[in-house]
């Protein structure tokens, strides 16, 4: 693998804020993003994973590859609780690598400290698919060679493996209930990553679509709120906060959003203050940009955590509908749009638990949803969440 592929990669590992998202081939679908699938790997660049270990990670194509050098992993710097994942890999028949869920943090990825999904035929104990050191998969079709689908489900305690549609491994095991996804490499061989998507499990509607129970409006707000006839969340006509009754910490939430005009300026606020307007985290809605380049977000841009990170690229269009994906856990948060990663932001500030605006605020807080001005004239549906479980141990 060449040094300078090896450099790009961790480069938008570490810096991938000005990074553009990639425009030819859309890493997500529309369809998939409606049905609330992200892509972890842009299919461009390495923005989102961080390095650990002695492994050479590199992208060519539409793939992440390593080979033969140190033992290592490719994390993601946002962690996952309940889900299914998806990816397609390549090797060739002496690799030892795999898949990690539910990873550390920090440090080495092992299988005593992860779900690590083996790939690597020859592997005696531990053959392709199995969850190493817990169960041995029932897959004997050997991969190397050809482009194989991997889907691993973490659902509570239940832990599942398929190749190719079939199901290899299932475990039983509530040890570990949050963390990275990782990418591992023993060292040997060579293998490709393509088609790295996730989708989460466990989400709980916040809006019935029928009426407004379980959202409350900040008094003084003065946006007019409905549901329409489709059973849509209508926000029109001026400056309002409406926040969700129920306070959240750690999550993903996921909707789906159409701007009615030109511009629109409005927020989903998380962490925020009950009863209070606009405050806590923000990720912004602003379909607009310079010129005619998307990566120069005016305002931060749909997906940008306001005044802290702007999106890397404006997705999402006017007059369209588009899913927003929202990920916080302590002091960290990202934000997808259609299924792209726009932002992944650590907030460094000293902690302020009363106002997000003024430090960082990992305890819970109402989600809201911001009326902006008189221009204001948004709608949202599929609105649903999965909260966090808490940490069982303090690995993390």
Known sequence: MQRTMVLVALAAAVCGTCLAAPTDTPPVTPQEAAEGWIALFDGTTAYGWTPRGDARWGVAGDQIQVSD?????????????????????????????????RAPANGPVMDTNSYLVRIGDKHERWPTGSISGQVASRNRRPIAGRWTRFEIECAGSQVSVRIDGRQVARLNNKALVRGPVALWYGGTGSAKFRRILLKPLGTVPLFNGKDLT??????????????????????????????????????????????????????????????????????????????D?????????????????????????????????????????????????????LDTRPPDETNAR???????GVISIQGHDPTTDLLFRNIRISPYPELQSERQ
């Open 69 to 101: 050098g140190g033992v290592g992993a490719l994390a993601t710097t946002t962690h996952f609780a309940n889900f299914v994942l998806t990816f397609e890999c390549l090797t060739d028949d002496s690799v030892s690598a795999g898949v990690a869920v």
């Open 358 to 364: 003024r430090g960082s605020r990992t305890s819970a």
């Open 214 to 291: 379980g959202w409350k409006a900040v008094e003084g707000a003065q946006a007019t709120v409905s549901v329409t006839r489709e059973g849509w969340l209508s926000v029109r006509n001026g400056r309002g906060d409406l926040q969700t009754t129920g306070a959240y910490g750690d999550f993903m939430l996921q909707m789906e959003i159409k701007t009615n005009g030109t511009h629109l300026n409005s927020g989903i606020f998380f962490r925020a203050n009950a009863g209070g307007f606009w405050s806590g985290y923000e990720a912004q809605i602003r379909n607009q940009w310079n010129g």
């Open 293 to 345: 380049n998307r990566a120069d977000p005016i305002d931060f841009g749909t997906g940008g955590i306001y005044n802290r990170q702007p999106a890397r690229r404006v997705v999402s269009n006017d007059g369209q509908w588009f899913t927003l994906t929202v990920i916080a856990h302590g002091r960290h948060m990202a934000t997808w749009v259609d299924g792209i990663q726009v932002t992944d932001f």
